[in-house]
């Protein structure tokens, strides 16, 4: 089942912050977060694993809580080249080794 | 080092017709992964494979839809009899090792396919 993803789309100015939630209904082995800008592939920002371990990208942070099965990612004194599509993709436990990615939350940034 | 590269970039071809979509991964990566993301859609998982163990085809839409990989490394994903729902980019990624434990995805640009 994918997971769900909030809010859908959400406009900045440069310097504000901004959090993208992913819940889901299964539990959850690892959240992966990835940006994507149009007409480019996704990159990979942040890893967040089942027990704590997090690895990813300086300047963006996230949680992950697995009792309510959600994460987040947290974007702070946003800049222009934050601008995209943010997706999260969840491992399940038990459910092997693939992703499954939410529909995305779509992020802009203006001056 | 060279990225993951996907060929051909765009692909336009008639309904009915059958199409082959070529990805070449990150050299030693283990791990492939295909996907689908319609216009303006996330990415919708096909296909993965891991080394030489059975691939997870859990994610193919339809028996049109069918990938191999030879020699662990360059996979060819087939359409058969295409659609004109299956016009999309299709993805292709690859891990070092599988993502599902804690290694990131790299993507390649994608083939856009155009069913007309």
């Known amino acids: 089942q994918q997971p769900v993803q909030s809010p859908q789309a959400v406009i900045l100015r440069e310097g504000e912050d901004a959090v993208i939630n992913c819940s889901s209904s299964k539990a959850l082995y690892s959240v992966h977060w990835y940006r994507q800008k149009h007409g480019e592939a996704p990159v990979f920002l942040m890893i967040l694993l089942k027990g704590g371990e997090q690895k990813g990208h300086e300047k963006i942070s996230a949680s992950f809580n697995e009792k309510k099965q959600q994460s987040s990612l947290y974007l702070t004194a946003s800049q222009l080249s934050y601008s995209g599509t943010y997706f999260c993709?969840?491992?399940?436990?038990?459910?092997?080794?693939?992703?499954?990615f939410g529909t995305g939350t779509q992020l802009k940034v203006e001056l | 080092g060279a990225g993951v590269s996907q060929s051909p970039s765009n692909k336009v071809t008639e309904k009915g017709k059958d199409v082959e979509l070529r990805c070449d991964p990150i050299?030693?990566?283990?791990?492939l992964y295909w996907y689908r993301q319609s216009l303006g859609q996330g990415l919708e998982f096909l296909i993965y494979?891991?080394?030489?163990?059975?691939?997870?085809k859990s994610g193919l839409p339809s028996d049109r839809f069918s990938a191999e990989r030879t020699g662990g490394s360059v996979s060819t994903l087939t359409i058969q009899r295409t659609q004109q729902e299956d016009s999309a980019v299709y993805l292709c990624a690859s891990s070092l090792y599988p993502s599902g434990l804690s290694y990131e995805q790299y993507f390649g640009p994608g083939t856009r396919l155009t069913v007309t």
């Open positions: 050299s030693g990566h283990t791990a």
């Open positions: 494979f891991q080394g030489n163990s059975a691939p997870d």
């Open positions: 993709g969840t491992a399940y436990t038990g459910g092997g080794n693939k992703l499954t």
